[in-house]
């Protein structure tokens, strides 16, 4: 048995169903597996070349099977080019069969994790609606909340994936606003019923989920962590840019709040300071500290802040490149978000139709 999650375009929470899929089919199946055949971000692994998702899921669920198994081909700069050029079809075929293959043998049913819309990876023959056809998967759509725009990216990756005679499941919207849930949840249903798909969940949108941690900054900063370590899963909902007078601060301050500032600004930092030092965290609660132009704050500043548990890091650029750099960042998941896990696992067994899937995929395999 398998199945295969494909989106209608980057950022729609296709990594995040799967999770949420993965952690719930796992409890009606013996053994469950994982895949990413085609992957764009990767990370270099025993001198291999391997998506981050296929990493985090090994990470996540601890699977036992070689990563090479779980994402067989990753892209690399010049790698399109370079097929034009000079590659073949049949090369990156035989890969995937073998991967796949080698995981069919440990486990009864398989997840296959796509990239992107159904065409992402025509430029090399590899799309998504091509390796579903070429692994014998059912599609599963994820597609991000509304209404108009939703349904019609959806039928536009039903035609690519009924070019390759890829049958297609049914639909799960993502992110729907919790003010508008009810109304869009009955009407998705009704417009996709109209054009004979089946919806199998439609999930809230939950802002925690698409909120950095300290550490996810970190790591896509390129920044250096000065002190704080016990505070890297702090999730960041804002951040202000320390370009108010001192005593103003406390004014912007509302939450888990980063506050990206010059190192040597440090009446503003102490002005922050000031909620941990009266024991009004909870008001003014400052997620971390990103101390920007490549400058620490005073020895006595940073004996402060690290007695008080923020993370304090330091990035070269300037604060408004910084907090621009931030605002266009899309964040991934990563295997230390705990409580962000759980809070998927908890949306797709509530929101998803599991048992649906589960039934449509045994029955087609039966």
């Not at 499941?169 to 109209?194: F, T």
């Not at 190192?263 to 500290?289: A, M, P």
Request: glycine fraction near 10%; hydrophobic fraction near 40%.
């Amino acid at each position: 048995m398998n199945v295969y999650i494909a989106a209608t375009r980057q950022n729609d929470g296709k990594t995040m169903v799967s999770l949420g899929l993965l952690s719930a089919l796992r409890k009606r199946v013996k053994s469950i597996g994982y895949i990413k055949p085609v992957g764009q971000h990767y990370q270099m692994i025993g001198g291999r070349m391997i998506d981050k998702d296929a990493v985090l899921m090994k990470k996540i669920f601890g699977f036992k099977s070689n990563l090479s198994y779980m994402s067989p081909i990753a892209i690399p700069g010049g790698f399109t080019e370079n097929y034009i050029l000079r590659g073949k079809q049949s090369v990156l075929i035989n890969k995937v069969k073998r991967a796949y293959n080698n995981l069919a043998k440990e486990h009864d049913f398989i997840l296959i994790e796509g990239t992107g819309h159904a065409g992402v990876g025509s430029i090399f023959d590899m799309s998504n609606s091509e390796v579903a056809s070429l692994l014998g998967a059912k599609v599963i759509i994820v597609s991000c909340g509304g209404i108009g725009r939703p349904i019609d990216e959806i039928m536009l990756n039903r035609a690519k994936f009924d070019i390759q005679g890829v049958e297609i499941l049914g639909v799960i919207v993502n992110k729907v606003r919790k003010d508008k849930y009810d109304k869009i949840n009955s009407l998705i249903r009704k417009g996709l019923a109209k054009k004979n798909m089946e919806v199998l969940g439609v999930i809230p949108f939950e802002e925690v989920l698409s909120n950095p941690t300290i550490a996810e900054l970190l790591e896509d900063l390129d920044a250096k962590l000065i002190c704080g370590k016990k505070g890297l899963n702090n999730v960041v909902e804002r951040f202000v840019i320390g370009d108010v007078v001192a005593h103003e601060a406390l004014e912007h301050l509302a939450g888990g709040t980063l506050l990206i500032v010059p190192g040597n600004r440090e009446d503003f930092i102490f002005s922050v300071l000031s909620g941990w030092v009266l024991g009004t965290t909870k008001r003014y609660h400052i997620s971390g500290i990103i101390a920007t132009y490549g400058k620490k704050p005073p020895k006595k500043v940073i004996e402060i802040i690290e007695r008080a548990n923020i993370p304090l890091c330091v990035v070269k650029e300037d604060s408004f490149s910084t907090a621009r750099e931030i605002s266009n960042m899309i964040f991934k998941l990563r295997a230390e978000d705990k409580e962000k896990i759980k809070k998927i696992e908890v949306l797709i067994e509530k929101y998803v139709d599991v048992d649906k899937i589960f039934n449509m995929v045994s029955k087609r395999k039966g």
